[in-house]
């Protein structure tokens, strides 16, 4: 009989010699987890140790581990229907949809896909035909933020502002423009939040302007910059944003991978903003990562344009898994629940506490700011409250692996080449208790 220990040995080891791990060279000393099973907001490992998933996964498992439900809503559709491509339609699709629309309080038609990245992709594809059908054929290009993440993918990735992330694959996609992102901690000396935050937004007219106008067909942005380092912006930023994509004919893209379902608080982050955003992007939350499902929402006006009759005027966009029925019966039994335990409330309550229990740490000489909106907190270590410049890799690496050693997961944000990778990150399950909570204060 293998003991437990002999167990992880062994499959330590076959992860070694087969798997290729996601963004980071294997690390001998401390190699990856392999994760053995969930529950609520805790994981085990293979040795039996436990973890409070301080990050969700990667910001994804809102409803937390373990959730019966979830699973049998997946076995139940596998076994009445496991399949129809999109080009035709299911019960759990349309409910679904249906349901993303009323959360919107809005009128969108609901495109599905299987990542964010996909969702995404699909932004940038629509908004090139529409304005093509719009009578505008030379908008095509996009700005974003620096330091903001989008996704894997070509297209998704040019729309990234990390540079580490992207230097070794390109060429990536033509078309992206980047503009740098309200960081409120490291504004200059002297100057208002608003008024940065108005100089920042005016960036993006300043683009569009250098640019030609009759070239841009959008804006990507996230409400607030998550994996870049939990950016919070003023609200008249994201106002002054909305107002110059209005005026120049620039479609407004929210991407709401991490910042929809609960995250910060409300149904999805631009709602804590005046923002009518053109097209919504969503994911992660969508499913609580059970399974794999994303959406690209589009206004109805918009969508419009590709519902002519015309030749040629439908979106030539397909993907085979999209839209899968168990993965949308997953969505509706998973947004059940949010709303049942009021997942969305308790997110802005335990954020709030989370919040004002961390002011006792503001006079800790290595900690700089501390910030969030929702149960989504992004603490940014310095070497010098002064100065205020980051914390060094060593610092930040030591803070994570004692909170690890102690049994709390948390990520690590920010953008490496710009030198604030020093940002780190809470981004638990919406379903914590609130002995998890203490647990992690
Ligand atoms: N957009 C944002 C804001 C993200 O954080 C991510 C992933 O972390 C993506 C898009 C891409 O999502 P995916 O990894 O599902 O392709």
């Excluded at 609901?110 to 932004?123: K, L, M, P, W």
């Excluded at 003023?234 to 991407?255: A, F, S, T």
Aim: contains cysteine.
């Amino acid at each position: 009989m293998t003991t437990a220990k002999e167990t992880t040995k062994s499959l330590v080891q076959k992860d070694r010699e087969n798997v290729w791990h996601h963004i980071s060279a294997y690390n001998e000393k401390n190699p990856p987890m392999v994760v053995e099973s969930g529950e609520g907001a805790w994981i085990t490992d293979h040795a039996g140790n436990r973890f409070l998933d301080g990050m969700s996964g990667l910001w994804a498992v809102n409803v937390g581990y373990g959730r019966e439900e979830l699973a049998q809503a997946a076995y139940e559709q596998m076994k009445k229907l496991a399949y129809v491509p999109m080009t035709q339609s299911h019960g759990p699709a349309i409910e679904l949809a249906e349901k993303l629309n009323k959360m919107l309080g809005d009128d969108y038609q609901i495109f599905y896909s299987n990542s964010g990245s996909d969702a995404n992709e699909v932004a940038f594809k629509l908004a090139r035909q529409y304005h093509q059908q719009n009578g505008e054929p030379s908008r095509y290009k996009f700005i974003s933020r620096y330091r903001a993440y989008h996704g894997s993918s070509m297209g998704a990735l040019a729309a990234t502002g990390q540079a580490l992330r992207k230097y070794k694959y390109e060429p990536l996609a033509p078309g992206f423009l980047h503009v740098a992102p309200p960081d409120n901690y490291r504004r200059p000396a002297g100057q208002s939040i608003e008024e940065y935050n108005i100089q920042r937004a005016q960036e993006f007219e300043e683009k569009i302007i250098w640019e030609q106008k009759e070239t841009i067909a959008g804006i990507i942005m996230e409400p607030l910059i998550t994996g870049g380092g939990i950016l919070i912006p003023h609200p008249v930023y994201l106002e002054k944003v909305q107002e110059i994509c209005n005026r120049h004919g620039v479609l407004l893209i929210v991407d709401e991978v991490i910042c929809g379902f609960g995250r910060t608080g409300k149904s999805f982050g631009h709602q804590h903003f005046n923002l009518k955003p053109d097209i919504i992007t969503m994911a992660k939350g969508l499913t609580s990562a059970y399974l794999p499902l994303s959406v690209t929402a589009i206004r109805k006006d918009i969508y419009e344009k590709f519902d002519t009759g015309e030749e040629n005027s439908h979106f030539r966009h397909v993907n085979t898994f999209g839209g899968n029925p168990a993965a949308c019966a997953v969505a509706l039994k998973n947004l059940e629940i949010m709303e049942r335990e009021n997942l969305f409330e308790r997110s802005a309550e335990i954020g709030e506490r989370v919040l004002k229990e961390l002011e006792t740490l503001k006079d800790h000489p290595f900690v700089g700011d501390i910030r969030g909106l929702g149960f989504l907190i992004g603490i940014e270590l310095v070497e010098d409250k002064e100065t205020r410049e980051p914390a060094t890799n060593a610092r930040v690496a030591k803070i994570i692996g004692e909170c690890k050693a102690n049994g709390l997961i948390i990520g690590r944000n920010g953008d490496t080449v710009a030198g604030y990778n020093n940002i780190l990150a809470l981004s638990p399950p919406l379903s914590c208790t609130d002995e998890d909570v203490d647990f992690i204060l």
